[in-house]
């Protein structure tokens, strides 16, 4: 008897991390749906690859991200893996930033992910499945930054929203994880990811791919990791040990 292949929906995917996530879950063998906001030149790439599960949404608006699991759960019956790849970024001192630099931050990485969340709880738990949300290396060091304050406080606040949902969830047996990028050059990354310098300062010896990543998601939407909820998975290569 053949089982039925799990949905999987990536948010931020119609390019950089998200789309090769959704690439991989795609070869895995997932019904794999993806999101698209503003990108609408992509689109028709998208729908080769991922035809029929194609969606535009503004997950800043909760009523968006309502509608968008009530579509996805209506093409495919289902809702087993969530992954939230949405979060503009922000570089520079604290010294000349704008409020307005905050509110972006706060509303992209963190605002998104309440709203996503809060629409596809019921799917997740009916499903037993989970969540993995992006965030940034060093999360759990706490650490002064020079450069992404205010980015990384945003992520911040993400870390301490999931490992919330993360116990919360445990009990309808839905587990939720993030995973964290360190310097990870693609054709959409900031350009500060390209610095020669940084680059020499990674233990590992390279910097990371978007294949890196993905493999860590895929750990992390499998039955491998059951008994992992709560936790921020680093993909860096050493980056800030």
Not at 45 to 59: I, P, Y
Not at 192 to 199: C, I, Y
């Amino acid at each position: 008897m053949t089982s039925t292949p799990p949905v999987s929906l990536v948010t931020g995917s119609a390019r950089g991390l998200g789309l090769a996530v959704a690439r991989a879950l795609l070869r895995r063998g997932d019904r794999v749906h993806v999101v698209w906001r503003s990108s609408r030149a992509l689109v028709a790439n998208l729908e080769r690859e991922f035809e029929g599960r194609v969606h535009q949404a503004d997950l800043e608006d909760p009523a968006a991200a309502h509608a968008l699991v009530e579509r996805v759960t209506a093409t495919d019956g289902r809702l087993d893996h969530l992954v939230h790849a949405v979060g503009e970024y922000v570089s520079g001192p604290l010294e000349g930033a704008r409020a307005a630099d905050l509110r972006r931050m706060l509303a992209s990485n963190v605002e998104t992910a309440f709203h996503v969340f809060d629409a596809a709880r019921p799917a997740l738990r009916r499903a037993r499945g989970d969540a993995v949300f992006f965030g940034c290396a060093g999360l759990d060091t706490l650490r002064a930054r020079r450069e992404t304050a205010l980015y990384t406080a945003a992520k911040n606040a993400l870390f301490v929203l999931a490992r919330s949902w993360a116990l919360e969830e445990a009990p309808h047996g839905v587990r939720v994880n993030l995973v964290s990028p360190g310097v990870v050059p693609h054709e959409h990354a900031a350009a500060d990811t390209l610095d020669a310098e940084r680059l020499a300062r990674i233990p590992l010896g390279r910097a990371g791919t978007p294949d890196d990543v993905a493999h860590a998601v895929l750990f992390l939407a499998s039955p491998a990791a059951a008994h992992v909820t709560g936790v921020d998975l680093a993909v860096t290569g050493g980056w800030l040990l």
